[in-house]
């Protein structure tokens, strides 16, 4: 039964049992029923009689003392324990502790008493101490443990598989079960272990330990890694490495007295930095010294000394040129400006001729101050008396005194530059030759604009190409037509080109509407072997198209339509030896050749250039065309390829962009800065780059200085049409425009990059006619001589040497 907190539980004494005459015979049966044959239901009665002990003992307070009944209970039974044979058994081997070994010294005839409370507030198990509060706390004593009490070091439960040899486990992950059914897992071996700490993934320079100055993990790098390793192992931390180097005397012998800062001596003020701030407070103390605000310091004045100042402050005088001191004349000094000595006209009594009439008063008078020649008008006087006040004396003195203070005391020097001396020194032109000055043949036979013109590799011949469809090749001497060749009879020819190569071959290229015609001119213009080798060129890809890959099927069944079609021209123009065509989707504009003279590109900036078709790389030996995506931003506008690296050039609207064609990279995107590109040259050293405008600018592009323009030329009044390098090695180039003019100039390139190009104009030729705003379309250089071809609107071919 549960107390009430605060109260204390009664001492009950129990009354001595009285002795049987059988009490010496205990009833082993009957121990033995109350150790192991309980049953479940007294069992259970006891565990709830436990449970509500150990309630009431939760509510005992700190001062209640434990009853002694139990205790008493317990040394009756010992006193009446006793075998059946006779033979009594040990009251340790029941109980295990100190109070057995007492009860086992007690004979079995002795009396025993029962314990009283007197007995048991003799031997307390508990001591007695106050609290923090002053009130009075009981401490128990350590129970003493039994020792074969179930503890935590209990055996764990062995393998219960029996005689099963271990074998039969070695594909499970258990090695067999426990008492309970549970599976035994397998332990780890070597190669588990090592193959778990392979799976942990450990940063490099991870140390465990954390960096105190951060608060971060320390990271070592694998030297200092490695250096501590070697640390641990007593080796030396590097090669090289001396861990008792000889002692160097710093202060001892010639020349070293003192090498290292070991001295307490502060360090000079001349090293220290100053700070923005005190500067401005320095700044402004002296603009208050300079101003006056902040005077030094002035010992007192004696009495005479304020009494003269105060003299002085009362007659002040100023005199501005007070201290000018006589020098010699210099070029630098400035006098003092003087006035003007005085004339007839201001006399008092001047001759007739300087007195004014009354017109001359009247004019006077009305005119402002300003305008005025004088400040005053003469007059007569008959004697000085006479002379009255001057009304302007005043303000003359005035501005006499502003111009003293005015004029300037030292004579500035000014810059005298000729702005000639700014220009660059240019070489005389005359020592640059030879450049073309002058036109020497003028082609006359197509009907419409010249568009395109070509000089073979031979110089020679020039094949020419305009808006009336006909393709033609002119003698560069005497500008006699010798082969004309019409393609079509709506459609212009944009491009004509020589393929480029040696003397053995001679085939012309040329671009009309969709399609690109490789033609052989006949008659004098190549020799049978000639014809023969350039036949054999342009049949070569047959050959290759026959075993390549079949043709693209739709999912009706039928071939796809192919982006370029290579065929065999018609029967009539195979007899004037235009003996194959190239059909594509778009119109070409523009045609470059690679130096080999097998791969070709085209550019198609119409309408559809926007997309993947619009530049085209084609393969002459193999009939092959390939549309590379280069994903330009713009429309396309021309193309070349560079002279001895695998580089090839695009120019968009407003950008040029080079793709390395083996990487299949972009390496470089050059700005110029112009509105709309209309052509591109390459130097034939690969090194710098031309780049011609619609907005009348010629840009010069060192290809190793950076992106921007190294040089922009500004002659032209009109658009510019074309540009073109000499390629036989003379430094000279030029560009046509729409005013009708081109321009010859020299481009000195050296190619070790030491020193930058030169660009100087030479020459402007003039004689083609501007027609509907267009003047000349295309240049083109002799592949030795300093000869040049152009080709104008008006419908000529001048060559210009």
């Known amino acids: 039964?549960?107390?009430?907190?605060?109260?204390?539980?009664?001492?009950?004494?129990?009354?001595?049992?009285?002795?049987?005459?059988?009490?010496?015979?205990?009833?082993?049966?009957?121990?033995?029923?109350?150790?192991?044959?309980?049953?479940?239901?007294?069992?259970?009665?006891?565990?709830?009689?436990?449970?509500?002990?150990?309630?009431?003992?939760?509510?005992?307070?700190?001062?209640?003392?434990?009853?002694?009944?139990?205790?008493?209970?317990?040394?009756?039974?010992?006193?009446?324990?006793?075998?059946?044979?006779?033979?009594?058994?040990?009251?340790?081997?029941?109980?295990?502790?100190?109070?057995?070994?007492?009860?086992?010294?007690?004979?079995?005839?002795?009396?025993?008493?029962?314990?009283?409370?007197?007995?048991?507030?003799?031997?307390?198990?508990?001591?007695?101490?106050?609290?923090?509060?002053?009130?009075?706390?009981?401490?128990?004593?350590?129970?003493?443990?039994?020792?074969?009490?179930?503890?935590?070091?209990?055996?764990?439960?062995?393998?219960?598989?029996?005689?099963?040899?271990?074998?039969?486990?070695?594909?499970?992950?258990?090695?067999?079960?426990?008492?309970?059914?549970?599976?035994?897992?397998?332990?780890?071996?070597?190669?588990?272990?090592?193959?778990?700490?392979?799976?942990?993934?450990?940063?490099?320079?991870?140390?465990?330990?954390?960096?105190?100055?951060?608060?971060?993990?320390?990271?070592?790098?694998?030297?200092?890694?490695?250096?501590?390793?070697?640390?641990?192992?007593?080796?030396?931390?590097?090669?090289?490495?001396?861990?008792?180097?000889?002692?160097?005397?710093?202060?001892?012998?010639?020349?070293?007295?003192?090498?290292?800062?070991?001295?307490?001596?502060?360090?000079?003020?001349?090293?220290?930095?100053?700070?923005?701030?005190?500067?401005?407070?320095?700044?402004?103390?002296?603009?208050?010294?300079?101003?006056?605000?902040?005077?030094?310091?002035?010992?007192?004045?004696?009495?005479?000394?304020?009494?003269?100042?105060?003299?002085?402050?009362?007659?002040?005088?100023?005199?501005?040129?007070a201290t000018e001191q006589p020098r010699e004349d210099h070029v630098m000094n400035i006098p003092a400006p003087k006035l003007p000595p005085p004339g007839y006209e201001e006399s008092y009594h001047p001759p007739p001729e300087y007195l004014p009439d009354d017109e001359e008063k009247k004019t006077w008078e009305e005119q402002d101050d300003e305008d005025r020649d004088r400040d005053f008008l003469p007059r007569d006087h008959a004697a000085l008396r006479k002379v009255p006040g001057y009304e302007q004396f005043v303000k003359e003195k005035f501005e006499r005194c502003l111009d003293l203070y005015l004029a300037p005391r030292v004579r500035r020097s000014k810059l005298n530059i000729d702005p000639e001396s700014l220009l660059p020194k240019l070489p005389d032109p005359a020592e640059l030759k030879p450049f073309p000055t002058t036109n020497t043949t003028i082609m006359r036979g197509h009907e419409g604009k010249v568009r395109s013109i070509s000089i073979d590799g031979s110089g020679k011949w020039v094949a020419s190409g305009g808006d009336d469809g006909t393709v033609r090749v002119w003698e560069i001497l005497t500008g006699r037509q010798l082969w004309r060749l019409k393609l079509s009879k709506d459609e212009a020819v944009n491009v004509v080109s020589w393929r480029p190569g040696n003397a053995e071959s001679s085939i012309l290229v040329a671009c009309c509407g969709e399609s690109i015609y490789f033609m052989v001119p006949q008659h004098e213009l190549c020799t049978p072997e000639v014809d023969a080798k350039s036949r054999e060129i342009l049949d070569a890809g047959y050959g290759y198209a026959a075993t390549a890959a079949p043709a693209q099927k739709t999912s009706a069944g039928a071939d796809k339509p192919t982006a370029a079609s290579w065929a065999r021209t018609s029967a009539t123009l195979q007899e004037r030896g235009c003996l194959l065509s190239l059909t594509l989707r778009t119109t070409?504009?523009?045609?470059?050749?690679?130096?080999?003279?097998?791969?070709?590109?085209?550019?198609?900036?119409?309408?559809?250039?926007?997309?993947?078709?619009?530049?085209?790389?084609?393969?002459?030996?193999?009939?092959?065309?390939?549309?590379?995506?280069?994903?330009?931003?713009?429309?396309?506008?021309?193309?070349?390829?560079?002279?001895?690296?695998?580089?090839?050039?695009?120019?968009?609207?407003?950008?040029?962009?080079?793709?390395?064609?083996?990487?299949?990279?972009?390496?470089?995107?050059?700005?110029?800065?112009?509105?709309?590109?209309?052509?591109?040259?390459?130097?034939?050293?690969?090194?710098?780059?031309?780049i011609s405008s619609y907005d009348k600018r010629l840009l010069w592009h060192d290809l190793d200085l950076g992106a921007t323009p190294y040089r922009v030329i500004r002659h032209h009044t009109k658009a510019i049409r074309a540009v073109a390098f000499h390629p036989g090695g003379l430094p000279l180039f030029a560009d046509a425009s729409d005013d009708g003019t081109l321009h010859i100039l020299h481009g000195k390139v050296v190619g070790d990059s030491l020193e930058n190009a030169t660009i100087v104009p030479l020459k402007v030729l003039k004689g083609h006619r501007v027609v509907r705003e267009l003047g000349v379309l295309g240049v083109e250089w002799h592949p030795r001589e300093a000869w040049c071809v152009s080709a104008g609107a008006d419908g000529t071919i001048r060559v210009w040497t």
């Open 1 to 321: 039964m549960s107390q009430r907190a605060g109260q204390k539980r009664k001492v009950v004494e129990v009354p001595a049992p009285e002795v049987e005459e059988d009490a010496d015979q205990l009833d082993l049966g009957a121990l033995n029923g109350d150790f192991d044959g309980e049953s479940e239901e007294d069992a259970d009665e006891e565990s709830e009689e436990d449970e509500d002990e150990l309630e009431d003992d939760d509510e005992l307070a700190s001062d209640e003392i434990p009853s002694s009944e139990d205790e008493e209970e317990v040394r009756q039974q010992f006193q009446d324990m006793k075998t059946s044979n006779g033979h009594s058994k040990s009251a340790q081997s029941l109980m295990g502790s100190d109070t057995a070994k007492d009860v086992a010294a007690i004979a079995t005839d002795t009396p025993i008493t029962p314990l009283n409370s007197d007995d048991a507030a003799d031997i307390p198990n508990y001591t007695v101490s106050t609290d923090a509060n002053g009130n009075l706390r009981y401490i128990y004593g350590e129970i003493d443990p039994v020792y074969d009490s179930d503890d935590s070091d209990a055996v764990e439960p062995g393998n219960t598989i029996g005689n099963i040899p271990m074998s039969y486990y070695d594909a499970y992950p258990h090695i067999g079960y426990d008492i309970n059914g549970r599976r035994i897992a397998r332990p780890a071996k070597g190669e588990a272990l090592d193959s778990l700490l392979d799976s942990i993934d450990i940063p490099e320079g991870w140390t465990g330990l954390t960096d105190p100055a951060t608060g971060k993990p320390l990271e070592l790098t694998s030297e200092q890694l490695e250096t501590l390793k070697k640390l641990t192992r007593n080796e030396t931390p590097g090669d090289g490495y001396d861990p008792y180097p000889d002692m160097v005397e710093w202060f001892t012998g010639k020349g070293k007295e003192e090498v290292m800062p070991l001295s307490a001596i502060p360090e000079p003020k001349r090293r220290f930095v100053p700070s923005a701030h005190e500067h401005k407070r320095v700044m402004k103390m002296v603009k208050a010294i300079r101003e006056g605000r902040i005077k030094p310091y002035r010992a007192p004045l004696t009495e005479e000394e304020r009494e003269r100042e105060e003299e002085e402050q009362d007659f002040a005088t100023y005199d501005v040129w």
């Open 588 to 690: 070409p504009k523009t045609l470059s050749w690679h130096r080999r003279g097998d791969y070709f590109s085209t550019v198609s900036p119409g309408s559809s250039s926007a997309s993947a078709t619009a530049i085209a790389i084609h393969t002459l030996s193999k009939h092959q065309t390939q549309y590379p995506r280069l994903r330009l931003r713009g429309l396309a506008q021309t193309t070349c390829f560079h002279p001895s690296k695998p580089l090839f050039f695009v120019a968009t609207k407003v950008k040029v962009r080079i793709y390395d064609l083996q990487a299949q990279k972009m390496e470089k995107e050059l700005l110029p800065g112009a509105r709309w590109i209309s052509d591109i040259a390459l130097h034939p050293l690969g090194s710098n780059l031309i």
